[in-house]
């Protein structure tokens, strides 16, 4: 069964700095990874994902996500983070009919 | 022009009433979900329906039932509401299920806090 383990339930940075938000995966066949971003009281809106046509994978709002089969990671990263960026993250892993979420990372951005 | 959207956004019921929240995709795809999350943030699937079959049931309590009568439409009925029911529902729409190691996205809607007292 595929899984997903986001390292870190809290993350905080300075506005500007780099954010970097940790995931590693279990599957038995080659994954499909995608991160989530949810902002207070609202959806899950998709950030970006990974299909297997590349490694390095760009989405939305200036983040981007490197798939590494060797790590078994698919960390997400923003070179200089923005206030708005303050939310909660989920990497998720497609499984059987389902997503399979990740427990979820929180970032803070400290002006 | 809302994809995905939920009824109510709000929702705070006593112990033991039964409840509706109902859910409505756009998007035209074949597959809705319904996902719970917990106080933790920890989202699970509960629910997933292709063209109003079901396919997924996560050993969700029978008091939660899922009604699909288009596959538009995904609404889910709770009976006997218990404090531990509290939480966010979250509908999901996609344009096909995993069939035969398929890559799709899904797309989800605003959310259901629910809150039992």
């Known amino acids: 069964a595929q899984s997903v383990t986001q390292l870190g339930s809290h993350v905080s940075v300075s506005e500007g700095a780099l954010v970097l938000l940790r995931c590693n995966y279990s599957?038995?066949?080659?994954?499909?990874l995608f991160w989530y971003v949810q902002y207070p009281n609202q959806g899950l809106q998709l950030l970006l994902k990974?299909?297997?046509?590349?490694?390095l994978v760009k989405g939305i709002n200036g983040f981007e996500a490197e798939f590494k089969k060797s790590e078994t990671s698919f960390h997400l990263t923003k070179p200089s983070a923005h206030m708005s960026d303050a939310a909660e993250y989920f990497c998720?892993?497609?499984?059987?009919?389902?997503?399979?979420f990740g427990q979820g990372t929180r970032l803070t951005i400290n002006p | 022009d809302t994809a995905v959207s939920q009824t109510p956004k709000y929702l705070v019921t006593q112990m033991g009433n039964d409840k509706s929240i109902k859910c409505e995709q756009n998007?035209?795809?074949?597959?809705m979900y319904w996902y719970k999350q917990d106080s933790k943030k920890f989202l699970k699937i509960m629910f997933s329906?292709?063209?109003?079959?079901?396919?997924i049931n996560e050993t969700v309590p029978n008091r939660f039932s899922p009604k699909s009568p288009d596959k538009a439409h995904l609404n889910l009925h709770i009976n006997s509401l218990e404090l531990g029911d509290s939480a966010v529902y979250f509908c999901?729409?996609?344009?096909?299920?995993?069939?035969?190691?398929?890559?799709?996205?899904?797309?989800f809607g605003p959310g259901t806090r629910l809150t039992v007292l």
């Open positions: 329906y292709n063209n109003k079959e079901l396919i």
């Open positions: 990974y299909t297997s046509a590349a490694t």
């Open positions: 999901a729409s996609s344009q096909e299920s995993a069939r035969g190691g398929a890559f799709y996205t899904q797309y």
């Open positions: 998720a892993v497609q499984g059987a009919q389902k997503l399979v």
């Open positions: 599957s038995s066949v080659p994954p499909y």
């Open positions: 998007l035209g795809h074949d597959t």
